[in-house]
């Protein structure tokens, strides 16, 4: 099983930026379709981001705000998120998927608050 290890989490102020990090144990991690979703209080796990291969996707909420990348040689998935909003605090976790494996990181909370 791929063990997830999210970080970079924190208290923001409204407009500013942060950037988590994903690492992903595993030796064929280019090959994992990888995710970021997001938990806020009282709603549903919605996804925010994924990328497989080069190709990337994005939540509506979050185009042109958030990026997601991944270092393939340093196992890492990123997202950097920037011109944050109160309605972007949630827990952040990172997904992994490839064939039957369904892996989840423990979750990093973001909190965007003056």
């Known amino acids: 099983q791929v063990q997830l290890v999210e970080s970079g989490g924190g208290l923001v102020q409204p407009g500013g930026s942060l950037r988590l990090s994903c690492a992903a144990s595993?030796?064929?991690?280019?090959?994992?379709?990888m995710g970021w979703y997001r938990q806020a209080p009282g709603k549903q796990r919605e996804l925010v981001a994924s990328?497989?291969?080069?190709?990337?996707n994005y939540a509506d909420s979050v185009k042109g705000r958030f990026t997601i990348s991944r270092d393939n040689a340093k196992n890492t998935v990123y997202l950097q998120m920037s011109s944050l909003k109160p309605e972007d605090t949630a827990v952040y976790y990172c997904?992994?998927?490839?064939?039957?494996?369904?892996?989840w990181g423990q979750g990093t909370l973001v909190t965007v608050s003056s």
């Open positions: 997904n992994a998927r490839w064939g039957a494996m369904d892996a």
């Open positions: 595993g030796r064929i991690f280019s090959f994992y379709a």
């Open positions: 990328t497989i291969n080069s190709n990337t």
